[in-house]
């Protein structure tokens, strides 16, 4: 790791300031993914601003239909929170099967959807759930914030205070699981609103990172059963490819865990 | 350089650092408590577990800085002067250890574990909840005995208190 200076600011402003006398500051979360790049030397921000400490940021509200995570709140404290455990159970899943219980202790929402890796779970949640991501500076509705890998729609120094997700109908997240890294190989989210709404997005399947899956989306709002998609096909166009499964394999996970997910949903 | 001032097994230490520096290096080169171990250092095997505030964490993926006002366990701190904590013992007498590399990591997660499940522990969860230590001798199957042992005796030794 090369040589930098560490901060551990009280306040999102002040974490703000101490951002912009940097000359290349980043900021830390929960460490799990900034860290490990640190190490390989593949990041090397002059300073590193420290948000895991900043009370504001930390904390889980449920009020009517929307459930509210604060962006520091560890994926840890998401899975065992009462809130979220009887407002959208799916999301204290997801965060049961995401890293291991010592990643679990450590890792954030925000920082999770911040990096926005294309196998990450959060966003397939946020995008399906149509989430709003609330920052220091505005508010940004999910299908907005995520711009393909590693990218969002975050300025330089601005901050992720919370995320909003509305309490659909009925929600449900499968994957299948990495067994040594633990990331979705290919995850999906599936949410049938209250309106009446089918949302379904995939992670660990698109080159772009998180996607939504409108084939599958029509098929579930003409009926919401995992045998409704026995006859669906995903294109495996612009599907990733590497050592662990082509294109087509994941097309092909995309709809076998929407199944598995619609299932869960109940 | 930082001046980071944490409470380590009980004691508040302070040390002198470069903010680059890992917990891990803190505790092993700064405070010669070498029994925390470097594996993978990719936050993968967890040969480096210790507790932070009752968190059983990865140190290799913590700064120092991050840790810096914090309450820090670490395998060393687990005994009571000779008399091995609970879970040492069930290490201990269901061989659960071979080469030895892994077991700080393991019996710092398995006391969490245990911590986490109080009284209603199977095979089924340790196994889970063991998924980011790994261990290239036993093949687990030790391990998961002397942690569901643990968690018997953890119960009396607590019961006792």
């Known amino acids: 790791m090369y040589e930098t200076i560490y901060h551990r600011p009280s306040s999102v402003d002040e974490a703000v300031a101490l951002f912009g006398k940097g000359s290349d500051s980043k900021y830390l979360a929960g460490g799990h993914t900034l860290i490990p790049v640190m190490k390989q030397r593949l990041a090397a921000p002059s300073d590193v601003i420290d948000l895991g400490k900043i009370k504001e940021l930390i904390g889980i509200e449920a009020s009517g239909d929307t459930l509210t995570i604060k962006a520091a709140t560890t994926y840890f404290d998401i899975m065992q929170s009462a809130d979220v455990k009887k407002s959208i159970p799916a999301i204290a899943y997801l965060t049961s099967v995401l890293g291991d219980p010592a990643v679990r202790y450590r890792g954030t929402i925000g920082g999770s959807i911040a990096n926005n890796d294309p196998a990450a779970d959060f966003p397939a949640a946020l995008v399906s759930l149509g989430a709003t991501v609330k920052t220091n500076k505005r508010s940004i509705a999910a299908d907005d914030f995520f711009k393909g890998l590693f990218t969002t729609a975050l300025e330089d120094g601005e901050i992720i205070t919370q995320v909003s997700f509305p309490v659909p109908a009925k929600a449900g997240y499968e994957k299948m699981r990495h067994p040594a890294s633990r990331f979705a190989l290919t995850g999906v989210f599936v949410t049938k609103t209250k309106a009446g709404d089918v949302r379904v997005a995939a992670t660990g399947a698109s080159q772009n990172g998180v996607m939504r899956v409108p084939v599958i989306e029509t098929a579930l709002k003409a009926n919401w059963s995992a045998g409704a998609l026995d006859s669906v096909k995903v294109s495996d166009s612009g599907m990733l490819a590497d050592i662990h499964g082509s294109a087509a394999y994941r097309a092909n996970l995309v709809k076998v865990m929407a199944q598995r997910a619609v299932t869960a949903a109940g | ?161």
């Open chain 2, 1 to 161: 350089m930082s001046t980071i001032k944490l409470t380590v097994n009980g004691k508040a230490v302070s040390a002198d650092v470069e903010d680059r520096t890992l917990l891990v290096h803190l505790l092993r080169e700064n405070l010669n408590l070498t029994g925390t171990h470097v594996g993978c250092d990719t936050s993968q095997c967890g040969a480096c577990v210790v507790h932070i505030d009752g968190r059983a964490v990865k140190s290799c993926t913590v700064l120092a800085g991050q840790a810096a006002g914090s309450n820090v366990t670490t395998i060393e701190g687990i005994s009571k002067g000779d008399e091995l904590h609970p879970m040492q013992l069930a290490f201990r007498d269901n061989h659960g250890l071979q080469c030895g590399y892994c077991t700080p990591g393991m019996i710092m997660s398995s006391i969490d574990i245990v911590h986490r499940h109080a009284g209603k522990l199977d095979e089924e969860t340790v196994r889970q909840e063991l998924e980011g230590n790994i261990c290239r001798c036993t093949g687990y199957h030790n391990i998961v005995k002397a942690v569901l042992d643990a968690a018997g005796r953890m119960k009396v030794s607590q019961a006792a208190e």
